[in-house]
């Protein structure tokens, strides 16, 4: 796995998200994150989601384990609510992840 994981909107914009090793770790700041399952090199995104902090990134974890085998958690600190907003819908668009993504 990788620290860092760069992804591209649908835009062609690209973000960068950081690995969370422990999630009890997670700042009560706003953000989005993914999930991911890597196959190879290759991560494949399942969720795509924007919250009002980052600790509910916990909250279908285990759901996305079971249903989905996702390995790896990623976050993007981003206080701004429509930036969030609109970096989500841009990576949506683009990777379709197959879990409900948020957008608070």
């Known amino acids: 796995m990788q620290d860092h994981l760069d992804l591209t909107g649908a835009s062609g914009a690209t973000y960068r998200f950081r690995l969370v090793e422990d ?3 997670l700042p009560a700041t706003a953000g989005n994150f993914v999930y991911v ?3 190879g090199a290759t991560p494949q995104v399942l969720c795509c989601s924007a919250v009002n902090s980052l600790v509910q990134a916990t909250a279908d974890w285990d ?3 079971r249903s989905h ?6 976050v993007r600190l981003n206080v701004a609510r429509a930036t969030r907003g609109e970096e989500r819908r841009d ?3 683009r990777l379709r992840p197959v879990m409900t993504s948020r957008d608070e």
């Open 69 to 74: 085998a996702v390995q790896a958690l990623y």
């Open 37 to 39: 399952r890597w196959r």
């Open 91 to 93: 990576l949506v668009a």
């Open 23 to 25: 999630p009890a770790q």
């Open 63 to 65: 759901l996305a384990v």
